[in-house]
């Protein structure tokens, strides 16, 4: 370990651009995580919301939506498929607009908004985005289902929005992939061409230790522990970095992201993340360490 | 037992450097190899540490065959075989006790002991107080007295030393000389290369080579004269 601090403080600019490199890996790794963690938890949030509605006629009967309830059900392709009344569409809709009069119609020539203004509905939730179609198709055969003047079932569903979402966390989630993994190859790379740089400029030294009887792992160890300490430091510093802007976006973030998203980042989590950052840049940088070793064992 | 049994040594250049040489080195010997420059005596010690292998014969030390001996093995032998190089081979940015306590760390040494041995090593090469200056404060005679202490401070069975007093004035190499002796005295097989003929006391046993031969051997030759004695 001290021949291994020893070692950087002889070459600090070169354990700079280990670090600095790691650091950067490690920075977008960690805002890509939490990007991608976001994403997916938005669209959870998406999918757990009803998903189709179906507005039905004032004269359905409850037989008839216990029935399309059934053969909704009998797909395998719903989550869950509710009726919702008048009255609860009622309740519904005084609990989104809250206690504002011009919404509840009283200062309005509308009058009073009551139940019977409002249409039930079948609210269903599907497994997945993909079933929306199938879903809606067996909306659109159900007689009780109410028409618009212009002769189009009235159902509701945004799938352009869940599937733009599903599109753009995919999206997110391959692009991160494809940039974190030419990240950690580019900081094996730094790595691994430091320590042979050093192993190199030692090669005397190296020689001599070998003519006194050092095995390879004798005179390996100072490097693998210099390459382990560039990727922990690194990981500490890229995840330091991480913290500080997400805290920065965090007003900007948090407003945008009410009720989806809980902000500011847990500090338990951002403390999950360090630790598992930390083991996972130490085991890049002994791959790196090991790799440059290898190559000079080979000699 | 050091067994060398008709060694030569051709160099990838085509420069034949050893023979067919042979000689055995009984343990405890003071041996002393003589020669010109090019003779081969460095190749001998390099030789014996595997740090060159022989393009023909045989050589053995202790148990190992050198010959059959495995990879994982070699360092092993390194650390029997003390070499005390020509140009010393101390570490220039490790100080006098480092460079020493590298040999020690090496053969994995109880780290609570190694400043003790280190400081008795520095004591009995006669360099105690310079154990903290760097190899470029020190004089020749003193770097040689560290490249000694190096060799010979995990006690090895076998010391070769390649030219110890080549570099150093008349006075400084008998001192050389003397440690060498000491370090005999303690039970080390030693084997010393060098060109000057004053170190040829008639109690130590002498090898001569020319150009990768042996012109003689005081071994074989008081060996010959008892054999030749003992049929009359």
Redesign the interface.
Known sequence: MNTALKNIRRSPYQALAAVSMTGLTVFVVTIFALVSLASQITLQSFETKPQVIAYLKDNHKTDQVGQLIKDLDSTGLVKSATYVSKQEALEIYKKSVGNDPLLLGSVTDLGIITADVLPASVEITAKSPDNFSTIVSILERSEIVSTTPKGKKEIDFPQDIVAELTAWTRAIRTAGIILIAILCFNSIITIMIIISMKIASRR??I?????????GG?IIKPYLFESILYGAVGGIIGWLGSYIAILYSTPFLAVRLAGIILLPVQFPLMLALLAALIIFFSLLGLISGLLAAARFIKR | MIIFDQVSKVYPTGNTVLENVSFHIEPGEFVILTGPSGAGKTTIGRLL?R?LTPSGGDIKVGDWTLGKIKSGEI?????HVG?V?QDY?I?PDKTVFENIS??L???DYPEKQIDERVKHLLELVGIPEKGELFPIQLSGGELQRAAIA?AIV?EPKVLFADEPTGNLDEATGRDIYQLLRAIHSLGTTVIMSTHNQSFLDPGNRHIHLEKGKIISDTASSSKHHKESKHKK
Not at chain 1, 207 to 215: D, E, F
Not at chain 2, 75 to 79: P, T, V, Y
Request: no cysteine; net charge positive.
């Open positions: 005397l030294e020689g001599t230790m070998k003519l006194l009887g050092a095995k004798f | 540490i740090d360092s092993q032998l390194r650390r070499v190089f081979k570490i590298l040999a760390e090496i053969v190096r995990s």
